[in-house]
């Protein structure tokens, strides 16, 4: 597996199993996938990663995410931290 594949699987796996709109195992690997590539860009140009995905998720989503409860801001730092340390793993 090349690294370009390797990279977009393991986020996309992540993604996937953090699932913010709770669409469920067998469908969110297709659901998130189109977010991938620009997770991928937004890292390599070293731009805030939880900035990205907070718009992401209220903006396009609308998942409900709100920047000033400490739980969802919790939880998606987390999330960032996971994508953050695999991708430096690879």
């Known amino acids: ?7 977009f699987d393991t986020i996309n796996k992540i993604v996937a199993d953090w699932d913010p709109l709770g669409v469920g ?8 996938a189109g977010y991938i590539p620009e997770i991928i860009q937004v890292m390599k140009n070293d731009q805030s990663l939880f900035e990205y995905l907070s718009q992401i998720l209220a903006n396009e989503l609308g998942s ?8 969802h801001v919790e939880g998606l730092k987390s999330i960032c931290d996971k994508i953050i340390r695999a991708y430096m793993e690879i």
Request: charged share 45%; net charge negative.
């Open 25 to 32: 195992e067998t469908i969110a690997e297709d659901e998130y």
């Open 64 to 71: 409900g995410f709100d920047s000033t409860d400490m739980k």
């Open 1 to 7: 597996m090349n690294d370009v594949k390797k990279t």
